[in-house]
């Protein structure tokens, strides 16, 4: 089957650095992405990768392991602004559907 | 300059009610999507449509309709609508099908309440 996996929750500290993990099986692959949404809002893009490696884009940054069926968000320098949930998601090479995570709830502390 | 725009924000309604929410896009984009987002946050495809074709259709209830007059616009149509419908409704939009490297833009959801 397909399935992704993220951690329900998270806290982190201002100023701080944060790792969100996203694990995940499909029976394809063709790229991975990240959305941030802020409670009661729309999801909106991050990121995307579809080779092994590192991306950064300013505080952002995504890993991926096609190996490992494995990524991570990296937020540096966390801001309250930041306090959102955090969707991971993929898709099968097979159809045409991105599959969900149920994302992860970030919650940043003073 | 909305990109995606739904509407409405808010919709409240009892049981057995027909209700429509309406979407447009002005991105551009060939193909879109409703999404359904429960309580639980878990985001499910329910249709996606690629230049007015049907491309997705999951597993939901015929009780939910879209149709798409152009590929700019992408309607949903509950009819006799149920407790269990009460959620987030979410429109969006992609330049390709989906599961490639063209992001999704989401409208801001309609929150739907049944009574």
């Known amino acids: 089957g397909q399935n992704i996996d993220q951690p329900t929750e998270m806290t982190a500290t201002e100023g701080a650095i944060v790792q969100i993990n996203c694990t995940y099986q499909?029976?394809?692959?063709?790229?991975l992405f990240w959305y941030q949404q802020h409670a009661g809002e729309a999801p909106t893009f991050l990121s995307y990768n579809v080779l092994d490696g590192l991306e950064e884009k300013g505080r952002f940054s995504s890993f991926l392991s096609r190996s490992k069926g494995y990524s991570y968000l990296l937020l540096k320098e966390l801001q309250m602004k930041d306090s959102a949930s955090y969707l991971c998601a993929t898709g099968s090479d097979s159809n045409y559907q991105l599959i969900w995570g149920a994302g992860t709830k970030l919650i940043i502390k003073p | 300059d909305t990109a995606v725009s739904q509407t409405p924000k808010y919709l409240v309604t009892q049981m057995g009610n027909d209700k429509s929410i309406k979407c447009e896009q002005n991105?551009?984009?060939?193909?879109m999507y409703w999404y359904k987002q429960d309580s639980k946050k878990f985001l499910k495809i329910m249709f996606s449509y690629n230049n007015k074709e049907l491309i997705i259709n999951e597993t939901v209830p015929n009780r939910f309709s879209p149709k798409s007059p152009d590929k700019a616009h992408l309607n949903l149509h509950i009819n006799s609508l149920e407790l269990g419908d009460s959620a987030v409704y979410f429109c969006?939009?992609?330049?390709?099908?989906?599961?490639?490297?063209?992001?999704?833009?989401f409208g801001n959801g309609t929150r739907l309440t049944v009574t």
């Open positions: 991105l551009g984009h060939d193909t």
């Open positions: 969006a939009s992609s330049q390709d099908r989906g599961a490639d490297n063209s992001p999704l833009h």
């Open positions: 499909t029976s394809g692959f063709n790229g």
